[in-house]
Antibody, heavy 121, light 110 residues
Framework: QVQLVESGRGVVQPGRSLRLSCAAS????????MHWVRQAPGKGLEWVAV????????YYADSVKGRFTISRDNSKNTLYLQMNSLRAEDTAVYYC??????????????WGQGTLVTVSS | QSVLTQPPSASGTPGQRVAISCSGS????????VYWYRQLPGTAPKLLIY???QRPSGVPDRFSGSKSGTSASLAISGLRSEDEADYYC???????????FGGGTKLTVL
């Protein structure tokens, strides 16, 4: 069955960096686009970024553009989110989610369990 | 402030029908499909409705979606206590070149 497992949770100081990983299994990873979606404590869902199946295209939310980079290693079935210049408002549970298609379109059909990132001094 | 606007809360009694609205603009709902997700406390969201009104396998026909112009709606009939959850609408936004979510609606079954 499809499984997405995020890792990289932790507490980090403002201005520092952190990399999240999402290990995928149970499907042909290189066939699907992949997303990161976050949820601040007690708040709603916020889409962060998407990468096409072959890594050829990426889109970002304005709130993270220029600071976060989404990438993937299809040989390792792993999705990444490099987060730089972290701010307090980046504190959230970060979910990876599979796109229904190879690109940015279509629904998010499978989600990981999420990993908590806390940005605090 | 979310790009898609949902009421923060909704409620109903068991057996009733409730509807949750989602309002957007021509760059998102008006020109793209709408999706609905349900999130139970402490868990990841789960797809409820795709392409405006399609149900994934396993989602009961008590749940239905509709779209008209720049607004969409999720209806739940035969309300049950287990329907208590947060519900989110989502759509691709052509102007932002990104996905946008509604702020979420907390459904309470009285």
């Amino acid at each position: 069955q499809v499984q997405l497992v995020e890792s990289g949770r932790g507490v980090v100081q403002p201005g520092r960096s952190l990399r999240l990983s999402c290990a995928a299994s149970g499907f042909t990873f290189s066939t699907y686009g992949m997303h990161w979606v976050r949820q601040a404590p007690g708040k709603g869902l916020e889409w962060v970024a998407v990468i096409w199946n072959d890594g050829s295209s990426e889109y970002y939310a304005d709130s993270v553009k220029g600071r976060f980079t989404i990438s993937r290693d299809n040989s390792k079935n792993t999705l990444y989110l490099q987060m730089n210049s972290l701010r307090a408002e980046d504190t959230a549970v970060y979910y990876c989610a599979r796109a229904y298609t190879a690109s940015h379109t279509g629904h998010f059909d499978y989600w990981g369990q999420g990993t908590l990132v806390t940005v605090s001094s | 402030q979310s790009v898609l606007t949902q009421p923060p809360s909704a409620s109903g009694t068991p057996g009733q029908r409730v509807a949750i609205s989602c309002s957007g603009s021509s760059s998102n709902i008006g020109n793209n499909y709408v999706y609905w997700y349900r999130q139970l406390p402490g868990t990841a969201p789960k797809l409820l409705i795709y392409r405006n009104n399609q149900r994934p396998s396993g989602v009961p026909d008590r749940f239905s979606g509709s779209k008209s112009g720049t607004s969409a709606s999720l209806a739940i009939s035969g309300l049950r206590s287990e329907d208590e959850a947060d519900y989110y609408c989502a759509a691709w936004d052509d102007s932002l070149s990104g996905w946008v979510f509604g702020g979420g609606t907390k459904l309470t079954v009285l």
